[in-house]
């Protein structure tokens, strides 16, 4: 612990820029990074965070002639059996504890390089993170929140009990559906938008009073209709009745095929009895 009176020689040798041997931050930043998801980060001569696979644990301080540690960062430490305080006096580090536990907040963190990929195909505000699968939803109980898949297991931002390793892909994801304004229009995109991205030139795909349910069309006497049941089941007739001289599709790719040649068969004749 840091005695009543510091050495005076002590602050000088501390700010000893010619000196190679390493700062104290260096040696207590190699010393916490040996442990698994740890990671130090510091501005020389200042401050000292350490966060645990992207959320702050704790910091150190630096005074002068001595370090603030933070109570809260040492008994994190404590439970991956790392001492700070045993390492600090072996390295004749000098330090005090502060007073008190302190509540840190998650923090995204730049170096876990956090990428999200969003679908924008089946629902706007889905995608993954770092390849793990995620989307938004909304509900009268909960209001906005966030499904998490991670390593097989279903996290969900609403819940008291977040792992801290998980909470810094939910703050990058609220960040992501902020700035983007993905979060504001949380609805499914209709089928007649996805079918006419897909479309090839000439066609087009309108929406119907059935939001499973959309006509594709060439002309105004050319067209059918592609009705979705289930993401595996999918018909293609020539009126909105999905029941009636319908071909079935395993897919939305599958059903675009068999609408595009069933357009085909009623162009190339005039006398088919698809022709509307």
Known sequence: MLGEDADDDFEI??????DDDPTCFELVQTEIEQLEGFKVDFVEWEQLTVYHYGTVVGTCSHQGSYIDVDSALVNELAKYDCDLEGFMVENDISYELTKGIKVYTPKIRP??????????????????INGHYFCHHHNDVHGNYINLVFNNQIYLSFSDFTPDHIKPYFDKIWQELRETGYINHPREISLGSKIAARLPEHFKAYKTDDEDQCKVARSTTKYCYIKRYRDCEWYVSPTDNSQLMAKRADSMKGAISEALKMIAEMISNPNHPWNN
């Not at 040798?13 to 010619?18: G, H, I, S, T």
């Not at 990929?117 to 993954?128: I, L, Q, R």
């Open 13 to 18: 040798a501390f700010f000893d820029d010619e």
């Open 111 to 128: 170096d876990l390089h956090l990428g999200i990929k969003w679908d924008g195909w089946y629902c706007p505000n889905s995608g993954t």
